[in-house]
Protein backbone atom coordinates (compact mmCIF):
# COMPACT_ATOMS: atom_id res chain seq x y z
CA UNK A 1 0.00 0.00 0.00
CA UNK A 2 1.40 3.41 -1.06
CA UNK A 3 2.01 6.02 1.80
CA UNK A 4 2.41 9.77 2.00
CA UNK A 5 4.88 11.54 4.40
CA UNK A 6 3.43 13.88 6.89
CA UNK A 7 4.82 17.04 6.86
CA UNK A 8 5.00 17.50 10.71
CA UNK A 9 6.28 15.36 13.10
CA UNK A 10 8.89 13.19 11.15
CA UNK A 11 11.70 12.92 13.60
CA UNK A 12 10.92 10.00 15.70
CA UNK A 13 14.23 8.61 16.83
CA UNK A 14 18.01 8.78 16.13
CA UNK A 15 18.68 5.19 15.75
CA UNK A 16 22.32 5.24 14.82
CA UNK A 17 24.96 8.02 16.26
CA UNK A 18 28.75 7.85 14.71
CA UNK A 19 30.71 5.86 16.78
CA UNK A 20 32.82 6.11 19.54
CA UNK A 21 36.25 8.04 19.44
CA UNK A 22 38.84 5.15 20.41
CA UNK A 23 42.35 5.15 20.92
CA UNK A 24 44.58 2.31 19.57
CA UNK A 25 48.22 1.39 19.37
CA UNK A 26 49.68 -1.12 16.83
CA UNK A 27 53.28 -2.23 17.75
CA UNK A 28 55.25 -3.96 15.11
CA UNK A 29 57.73 -4.96 17.83
CA UNK A 30 61.53 -3.09 17.91
CA UNK A 31 63.60 -2.98 14.71
CA UNK A 32 59.80 -2.80 13.11
CA UNK A 33 60.30 -6.90 13.42
CA UNK A 34 56.65 -7.65 12.66
CA UNK A 35 53.75 -7.25 10.44
CA UNK A 36 50.09 -6.64 12.07
CA UNK A 37 47.40 -6.73 10.33
CA UNK A 38 44.38 -4.79 11.24
CA UNK A 39 40.32 -4.49 11.25
CA UNK A 40 39.19 -1.35 12.10
CA UNK A 41 36.15 -2.76 13.65
CA UNK A 42 37.38 -5.66 15.66
CA UNK A 43 41.42 -4.58 16.31
CA UNK A 44 44.53 -6.66 15.49
CA UNK A 45 44.03 -9.89 13.31
CA UNK A 46 47.14 -11.13 12.92
CA UNK A 47 50.88 -10.90 13.36
CA UNK A 48 53.88 -12.64 11.96
CA UNK A 49 57.66 -11.89 11.47
CA UNK A 50 58.92 -9.69 8.69
CA UNK A 51 61.79 -11.71 7.54
CA UNK A 52 60.02 -15.38 7.32
CA UNK A 53 59.35 -15.50 3.76
CA UNK A 54 61.17 -14.39 0.39
CA UNK A 55 58.86 -14.08 -2.42
CA UNK A 56 54.99 -14.02 -2.71
CA UNK A 57 52.26 -14.60 -5.06
CA UNK A 58 49.05 -13.00 -5.60
CA UNK A 59 46.01 -15.32 -4.92
CA UNK A 60 43.08 -13.69 -6.72
CA UNK A 61 41.34 -15.90 -10.02
CA UNK A 62 42.75 -13.59 -12.26
CA UNK A 63 45.87 -12.76 -10.71
CA UNK A 64 49.63 -13.09 -11.31
CA UNK A 65 51.30 -10.17 -9.07
CA UNK A 66 55.20 -12.27 -7.92
CA UNK A 67 56.54 -10.01 -4.85
CA UNK A 68 60.01 -10.31 -3.18
CA UNK A 69 60.52 -9.04 0.69
CA UNK A 70 62.38 -5.92 -0.30
CA UNK A 71 62.41 -5.13 3.33
CA UNK A 72 64.67 -7.76 4.88
CA UNK A 73 67.39 -7.02 1.77
CA UNK A 74 66.30 -9.26 -1.00
CA UNK A 75 66.59 -7.93 -4.06
CA UNK A 76 65.96 -9.05 -7.78
CA UNK A 77 67.07 -8.49 -11.32
CA UNK A 78 66.02 -9.86 -14.36
CA UNK A 79 68.90 -11.61 -16.58
CA UNK A 80 69.67 -9.33 -19.14
CA UNK A 81 71.81 -11.94 -21.57
CA UNK A 82 69.46 -14.43 -22.28
CA UNK A 83 65.72 -15.62 -21.82
CA UNK A 84 64.94 -19.54 -20.23
CA UNK A 85 67.33 -21.35 -22.74
CA UNK A 86 70.30 -19.76 -20.52
CA UNK A 87 69.55 -21.54 -17.53
CA UNK A 88 72.56 -23.57 -17.71
CA UNK A 89 74.74 -20.60 -18.87
CA UNK A 90 73.78 -17.66 -16.36
CA UNK A 91 76.75 -15.91 -16.44
CA UNK A 92 76.32 -13.05 -13.55
CA UNK A 93 79.77 -10.90 -14.33
CA UNK A 94 78.75 -7.55 -14.16
CA UNK A 95 75.36 -8.01 -11.89
CA UNK A 96 76.34 -4.87 -9.88
CA UNK A 97 75.17 -2.90 -13.06
CA UNK A 98 71.89 -4.59 -14.06
CA UNK A 99 69.01 -2.88 -12.89
CA UNK A 100 67.46 -4.30 -9.44
CA UNK A 101 63.16 -4.45 -9.72
CA UNK A 102 60.99 -3.52 -6.55
CA UNK A 103 57.61 -4.54 -5.67
CA UNK A 104 54.97 -1.79 -6.70
CA UNK A 105 54.16 -0.09 -3.48
CA UNK A 106 50.75 1.43 -4.98
CA UNK A 107 49.27 -2.41 -5.86
CA UNK A 108 49.21 -5.92 -4.68
CA UNK A 109 48.90 -6.86 -8.36
CA UNK A 110 52.37 -5.87 -9.52
CA UNK A 111 55.45 -7.19 -7.70
CA UNK A 112 59.22 -6.99 -8.40
CA UNK A 113 58.40 -10.04 -10.75
CA UNK A 114 55.83 -7.93 -12.82
CA UNK A 115 58.39 -5.34 -13.51
CA UNK A 116 60.03 -4.71 -17.01
CA UNK A 117 57.15 -5.42 -19.06
CA UNK A 118 57.39 -4.49 -23.07
CA UNK A 119 54.31 -3.07 -24.39
CA UNK A 120 53.05 -6.47 -25.31
CA UNK A 121 49.29 -6.16 -23.60
CA UNK A 122 49.76 -10.14 -22.43
CA UNK A 123 53.41 -9.24 -21.22
CA UNK A 124 53.10 -9.92 -17.39
CA UNK A 125 56.89 -9.23 -16.43
CA UNK A 126 57.60 -13.02 -15.69
CA UNK A 127 55.53 -14.36 -18.11
CA UNK A 128 53.50 -14.24 -21.10
CA UNK A 129 49.38 -14.03 -20.95
CA UNK A 130 48.32 -17.21 -23.52
CA UNK A 131 44.62 -15.98 -24.85
CA UNK A 132 43.85 -19.78 -26.16
CA UNK A 133 45.33 -21.49 -23.39
CA UNK A 134 44.64 -19.21 -20.45
CA UNK A 135 47.93 -20.01 -19.22
CA UNK A 136 50.71 -17.55 -18.19
CA UNK A 137 54.52 -19.05 -19.69
CA UNK A 138 57.32 -17.58 -18.12
CA UNK A 139 59.90 -16.40 -20.61
CA UNK A 140 62.48 -14.60 -18.43
CA UNK A 141 64.96 -15.92 -15.76
CA UNK A 142 66.33 -13.73 -12.48
CA UNK A 143 68.72 -14.20 -9.35
CA UNK A 144 67.51 -13.43 -6.04
CA UNK A 145 69.86 -11.79 -3.49
CA UNK A 146 68.48 -13.76 -0.30
CA UNK A 147 68.19 -11.96 2.99
CA UNK A 148 70.91 -14.08 4.18
CA UNK A 149 73.27 -12.58 1.56
CA UNK A 150 72.68 -16.26 -1.02
CA UNK A 151 72.33 -15.63 -4.19
CA UNK A 152 69.84 -17.96 -6.13
CA UNK A 153 68.58 -18.47 -9.98
CA UNK A 154 64.94 -18.73 -10.32
CA UNK A 155 62.40 -19.08 -13.02
CA UNK A 156 58.70 -18.86 -12.66
CA UNK A 157 57.91 -21.44 -15.27
CA UNK A 158 54.26 -20.77 -15.71
CA UNK A 159 50.72 -20.04 -14.04
CA UNK A 160 48.35 -22.87 -15.43
CA UNK A 161 44.53 -23.94 -13.99
CA UNK A 162 45.35 -21.56 -10.93
CA UNK A 163 49.08 -23.31 -9.80
CA UNK A 164 52.27 -21.28 -9.68
CA UNK A 165 55.21 -23.87 -11.16
CA UNK A 166 58.79 -22.32 -10.40
CA UNK A 167 61.85 -23.74 -10.21
CA UNK A 168 65.32 -22.13 -8.32
CA UNK A 169 68.95 -22.95 -7.50
CA UNK A 170 72.39 -22.16 -6.43
CA UNK A 171 74.18 -19.93 -9.33
CA UNK A 172 75.90 -23.17 -10.46
CA UNK A 173 73.03 -25.29 -10.45
CA UNK A 174 73.18 -27.30 -7.53
CA UNK A 175 70.68 -27.47 -4.90
CA UNK A 176 67.52 -27.41 -7.50
CA UNK A 177 63.70 -27.26 -6.56
CA UNK A 178 61.24 -27.41 -8.38
CA UNK A 179 57.77 -26.44 -6.57
CA UNK A 180 54.04 -26.22 -7.39
CA UNK A 181 52.09 -24.44 -5.62
CA UNK A 182 48.16 -23.75 -5.60
CA UNK A 183 45.80 -20.79 -5.33
CA UNK A 184 43.17 -23.09 -4.12
CA UNK A 185 44.12 -23.43 -0.60
CA UNK A 186 45.06 -19.88 0.13
CA UNK A 187 42.33 -18.35 -1.82
CA UNK A 188 40.86 -16.59 1.12
CA UNK A 189 44.36 -14.98 1.47
CA UNK A 190 46.11 -11.68 -0.57
CA UNK A 191 49.08 -13.47 -0.75
CA UNK A 192 50.92 -16.99 -0.88
CA UNK A 193 54.53 -16.32 0.71
CA UNK A 194 57.41 -19.03 0.19
CA UNK A 195 60.94 -19.31 2.34
CA UNK A 196 63.22 -20.19 -0.51
CA UNK A 197 65.51 -20.50 2.45
CA UNK A 198 63.96 -22.63 4.01
CA UNK A 199 62.19 -24.40 1.01
CA UNK A 200 58.40 -24.08 1.79
CA UNK A 201 55.02 -22.14 2.04
CA UNK A 202 54.50 -19.90 5.19
CA UNK A 203 51.00 -19.97 6.16
CA UNK A 204 51.41 -16.09 7.53
CA UNK A 205 48.28 -13.65 7.00
CA UNK A 206 44.85 -13.85 8.14
CA UNK A 207 41.64 -14.05 5.47
CA UNK A 208 41.50 -11.14 3.56
CA UNK A 209 37.93 -10.37 4.18
CA UNK A 210 39.55 -9.77 8.14
CA UNK A 211 41.36 -7.28 7.60
CA UNK A 212 41.72 -3.86 6.49
CA UNK A 213 45.27 -1.97 7.13
CA UNK A 214 48.31 -3.43 7.81
CA UNK A 215 50.99 -2.18 9.71
CA UNK A 216 54.50 -2.94 8.31
CA UNK A 217 57.83 -2.07 6.35
CA UNK A 218 57.83 -1.45 2.87
CA UNK A 219 59.86 0.14 -0.04
CA UNK A 220 58.60 3.15 -1.53
CA UNK A 221 60.65 5.22 -3.79
CA UNK A 222 61.10 8.83 -2.59
CA UNK A 223 62.05 8.64 -5.55
CA UNK A 224 65.02 6.13 -5.23
CA UNK A 225 63.51 2.96 -3.23
CA UNK A 226 64.10 3.14 0.55
CA UNK A 227 62.62 1.14 3.52
CA UNK A 228 59.74 3.32 4.74
CA UNK A 229 57.55 2.24 7.91
CA UNK A 230 53.92 2.85 7.17
CA UNK A 231 50.36 1.16 6.61
CA UNK A 232 49.22 -0.23 3.67
CA UNK A 233 45.36 -1.03 2.99
CA UNK A 234 44.16 -4.56 1.72
CA UNK A 235 42.25 -5.03 -1.53
CA UNK A 236 38.54 -3.47 -1.60
CA UNK A 237 39.83 -0.90 0.80
CA UNK A 238 40.33 2.54 0.00
CA UNK A 239 41.22 6.58 1.67
CA UNK A 240 41.41 9.56 1.06
CA UNK A 241 44.23 12.02 2.80
CA UNK A 242 42.72 15.33 3.91
CA UNK A 243 45.28 17.86 4.77
CA UNK A 244 45.03 20.87 5.94
CA UNK A 245 42.16 20.38 8.27
CA UNK A 246 41.16 21.00 11.40
CA UNK A 247 41.16 17.82 13.42
CA UNK A 248 37.54 17.65 14.03
CA UNK A 249 36.93 17.56 10.22
CA UNK A 250 33.97 15.49 9.18
CA UNK A 251 32.97 16.11 5.49
CA UNK A 252 34.51 12.78 4.20
CA UNK A 253 31.63 12.82 1.73
CA UNK A 254 33.24 15.86 0.02
CA UNK A 255 36.51 13.85 -1.20
CA UNK A 256 37.36 11.21 -3.94
CA UNK A 257 38.72 7.93 -1.95
CA UNK A 258 41.55 6.24 -3.55
CA UNK A 259 42.14 2.91 -4.40
CA UNK A 260 46.44 3.25 -4.22
CA UNK A 261 46.97 0.82 -1.30
CA UNK A 262 50.28 3.23 0.09
CA UNK A 263 47.23 5.88 0.44
CA UNK A 264 48.00 6.00 4.27
CA UNK A 265 51.29 5.13 3.76
CA UNK A 266 54.54 6.41 5.86
CA UNK A 267 54.12 10.27 5.50
CA UNK A 268 51.70 11.32 8.31
CA UNK A 269 55.14 11.22 10.51
CA UNK A 270 59.07 12.87 9.79
CA UNK A 271 61.67 12.72 11.56
CA UNK A 272 64.03 15.67 12.47
CA UNK A 273 65.56 14.52 15.83
CA UNK A 274 62.63 12.48 16.87
CA UNK A 275 59.37 11.57 15.15
CA UNK A 276 56.84 13.99 14.43
CA UNK A 277 53.22 13.29 13.57
CA UNK A 278 51.78 15.90 11.16
CA UNK A 279 49.18 17.97 12.64
CA UNK A 280 46.35 19.38 10.27
CA UNK A 281 45.96 15.71 8.68
CA UNK A 282 42.77 13.20 8.66
CA UNK A 283 42.49 10.19 6.99
CA UNK A 284 38.88 8.79 5.89
CA UNK A 285 38.96 4.78 5.28
CA UNK A 286 36.28 2.82 3.62
CA UNK A 287 36.33 -0.28 5.22
CA UNK A 288 36.07 -3.95 4.10
CA UNK A 289 32.94 -3.46 5.04
CA UNK A 290 31.92 -0.39 3.69
CA UNK A 291 31.79 1.22 6.51
CA UNK A 292 33.75 5.12 6.48
CA UNK A 293 36.10 5.63 9.52
CA UNK A 294 38.27 8.19 10.28
CA UNK A 295 41.63 7.90 11.77
CA UNK A 296 44.53 10.44 13.12
CA UNK A 297 47.94 9.69 14.11
CA UNK A 298 48.91 10.76 17.58
CA UNK A 299 52.29 9.23 17.93
CA UNK A 300 54.92 7.05 16.60
CA UNK A 301 57.74 5.00 18.15
CA UNK A 302 60.49 4.61 15.69
CA UNK A 303 62.31 1.52 15.85
CA UNK A 304 62.92 1.06 19.54
CA UNK A 305 59.44 -0.39 19.48
CA UNK A 306 57.87 0.04 16.46
CA UNK A 307 54.20 1.67 17.77
CA UNK A 308 52.14 3.36 16.09
CA UNK A 309 49.52 5.38 18.03
CA UNK A 310 46.00 6.72 16.61
CA UNK A 311 42.66 7.56 16.94
CA UNK A 312 39.98 5.92 15.20
CA UNK A 313 36.34 6.68 14.68
CA UNK A 314 33.13 5.09 12.47
CA UNK A 315 31.72 8.04 11.20
CA UNK A 316 29.44 6.26 8.65
CA UNK A 317 28.13 3.04 8.90
CA UNK A 318 26.51 2.98 5.03
CA UNK A 319 28.91 3.22 2.10
CA UNK A 320 27.94 5.56 -0.53
CA UNK A 321 29.13 2.90 -3.32
CA UNK A 322 26.23 1.08 -2.08
CA UNK A 323 23.37 3.49 -2.63
CA UNK A 324 21.03 2.28 -4.95
CA UNK A 325 18.32 3.16 -6.47
CA UNK A 326 18.68 -0.13 -8.90
CA UNK A 327 15.91 -0.69 -10.98
CA UNK A 328 15.34 3.06 -11.58
CA UNK A 329 11.60 3.50 -10.07
CA UNK A 330 11.81 5.63 -7.86
CA UNK A 331 12.49 9.71 -8.59
CA UNK A 332 13.56 12.29 -6.23
CA UNK A 333 12.81 15.80 -6.44
CA UNK A 334 13.98 19.24 -6.19
CA UNK A 335 17.71 17.86 -5.39
CA UNK A 336 18.89 20.81 -3.87
CA UNK A 337 16.14 20.44 -1.71
CA UNK A 338 14.77 23.16 0.76
CA UNK A 339 11.90 22.69 2.38
CA UNK A 340 9.86 19.26 0.80
CA UNK A 341 11.30 16.59 -0.88
CA UNK A 342 8.83 14.66 -3.23
CA UNK A 343 9.56 10.94 -4.27
CA UNK A 344 7.55 9.91 -7.02
CA UNK A 345 6.91 6.36 -8.35
CA UNK A 346 5.21 4.77 -11.30
CA UNK A 347 5.43 1.11 -9.90
CA UNK A 348 2.61 0.16 -7.82
CA UNK A 349 3.79 -3.85 -7.77
CA UNK A 350 6.97 -2.41 -6.42
CA UNK A 351 6.15 0.09 -4.07
CA UNK A 352 2.93 -0.91 -2.53
CA UNK A 353 4.23 -2.05 0.76
CA UNK A 354 6.97 0.39 2.35
CA UNK A 355 8.35 -1.52 5.12
CA UNK A 356 10.56 1.47 5.88
CA UNK A 357 11.44 4.87 5.21
CA UNK A 358 14.63 6.87 6.38
CA UNK A 359 16.82 9.35 6.28
CA UNK A 360 20.91 8.86 7.06
CA UNK A 361 23.65 11.49 7.84
CA UNK A 362 27.08 11.16 6.94
CA UNK A 363 27.88 10.35 10.28
CA UNK A 364 25.36 7.47 10.89
CA UNK A 365 22.12 9.59 12.33
CA UNK A 366 19.12 7.81 11.14
CA UNK A 367 15.93 9.73 11.30
CA UNK A 368 12.94 6.96 10.76
CA UNK A 369 9.65 8.53 9.27
CA UNK A 370 5.71 8.70 9.94
CA UNK A 371 3.53 7.93 7.64
CA UNK A 372 -0.41 7.36 6.74
CA UNK A 373 -2.01 5.57 3.40
CA UNK A 374 -2.70 7.58 0.50
CA UNK A 375 -4.19 6.60 -3.00
CA UNK A 376 -2.59 9.31 -5.12
CA UNK A 377 -1.36 8.07 -9.06
CA UNK A 378 1.53 8.86 -10.14
CA UNK A 379 2.31 7.61 -6.27
CA UNK A 380 4.16 10.50 -4.40
CA UNK A 381 5.43 10.79 -1.08
CA UNK A 382 5.72 14.13 0.35
CA UNK A 383 8.85 14.52 3.24
CA UNK A 384 9.26 18.02 4.79
CA UNK A 385 13.44 18.28 5.80
CA UNK A 386 12.66 21.04 8.47
CA UNK A 387 14.78 18.57 11.06
CA UNK A 388 17.65 18.57 8.32
CA UNK A 389 20.50 21.10 8.65
CA UNK A 390 22.05 22.04 5.29
CA UNK A 391 24.18 19.06 4.08
CA UNK A 392 24.30 15.84 1.99
CA UNK A 393 21.72 13.37 3.53
CA UNK A 394 20.25 9.98 2.03
CA UNK A 395 16.98 8.78 1.46
CA UNK A 396 16.73 4.94 1.99
CA UNK A 397 13.50 3.40 1.08
CA UNK A 398 12.91 -0.54 1.77
CA UNK A 399 10.21 -2.23 0.64
CA UNK A 400 9.22 -6.08 0.38
CA UNK A 401 11.49 -6.83 -2.69
CA UNK A 402 14.32 -4.29 -2.67
CA UNK A 403 15.80 -1.54 -1.00
CA UNK A 404 16.94 1.90 -2.73
CA UNK A 405 19.67 4.62 -1.03
CA UNK A 406 18.97 8.07 -2.78
CA UNK A 407 21.93 10.86 -2.12
CA UNK A 408 20.49 14.27 -2.01
CA UNK A 409 21.30 17.52 -0.69
CA UNK A 410 19.82 20.17 1.53
CA UNK A 411 20.41 23.64 1.20
Request: charged content about 15%; proline content about 4%; glycine content about 8%.
Amino acid sequence: MIKKILAAGLFLSSLYSKGQITKDTVSIGAGYALQKWYSLQNDEQGSSPKNNWDIAFETSGMGSGIFINSVTGTQLWVYPNGDTTAWNTMDTTGISSWKPYYNSDTSWSIGAFNKGKTNNPNDLGWGIYNTITHQVIGDSIYVIKLSNNSYKKIWIKKLASGTYYFQYSDLNGNNLQNVSISKTPYNTKTLIYYSIQTNGVVDREPPSSQWDLLFTQYTAFVPSPYNVTGVLMNKGVTAVKVYPVDTSYMQWYNHSFNTAINTIGYNWKNYSGSWQIEDSLVYFVKSKQGDIWKVIFTGFGGSANGNYIFIKQKVSAVSVSEFSNSNNTLMLYPNPVEDIIQLISFDTNEFNEIKELSIFSPDGKKWILESIDTGMYPFTLRISTDMLTPGLYFLSVTTKNQKSIIKFIKK
